[in-house]
């Protein structure tokens, strides 16, 4: 089973950022089984939330015909945890982009449901990390894996083809 930890994005400038979000509800089983009682969400889940991400940011960089794999995360900071009710922001940069994969900053910040979420994020943000992809060799990875990319799935690609469809009519709306 694969899990998607973001809801949306919310802003999305190829090669440079991305923006998603996720709320955070009771209804998610994780709540009741990680701590009965005490509903927050694992680190490591906010951790995935902000590498899918990043991860979507560097896999359009080469229009997603890369294998992108979360290879290391080179450093990670909490400062709270995440509860239900709230909504989490992933800010992601992208830092660097080589043929062999790229390296994100990214930032999580928490804000009460319903409440206006800023343009600008000047809080301090609940977690850091810095996360490098690895791109697969093209031809190792054609061996073990074939010509699917078992990453970015039709489904995904689809969706975000949707998404850039949506932005270009937002865009050419405002002019």
Not at 18 to 23: D, F, S, T
Not at 47 to 68: S, Y
Not at 154 to 171: M, N, Y
């Amino acid at each position: 089973m694969r899990w998607i930890w973001i809801d949306r994005f919310v802003k999305f400038e190829p090669r440079k950022s991305a923006r998603a979000l996720k709320n955070l509800s009771l209804a998610e089983d994780y709540f009741e089984q990680h701590l009965p009682g005490y509903p927050i969400m694992p680190a490591c889940f906010i951790l995935e939330g902000l590498a899918q991400t990043g991860g979507i940011l560097v896999g359009e960089a080469n229009d997603f015909k890369e294998k992108v794999v979360l290879a290391k995360i080179t450093s990670a900071r909490f400062e709270r945890e995440a509860v239900a009710g709230e909504v989490l922001i992933y800010d992601t940069e992208m830092v660097t982009l080589r043929p062999e994969g790229a390296s994100i900053a990214g930032k999580v910040y928490a804000f009460p449901a319903g409440s206006d979420i800023p343009g600008e994020l000047s809080a301090p943000p609940m977690a850091e990390a810095e996360i490098f992809f690895a791109h697969l060799d093209q031809s190792r990875s054609q061996q073990i894996f074939g010509d699917h990319n078992f990453v970015f799935s039709g489904e995904l690609k689809h969706l975000l083809g949707l998404a850039k469809v949506t932005a270009q009519r937002t865009d050419s709306a405002k002019q």
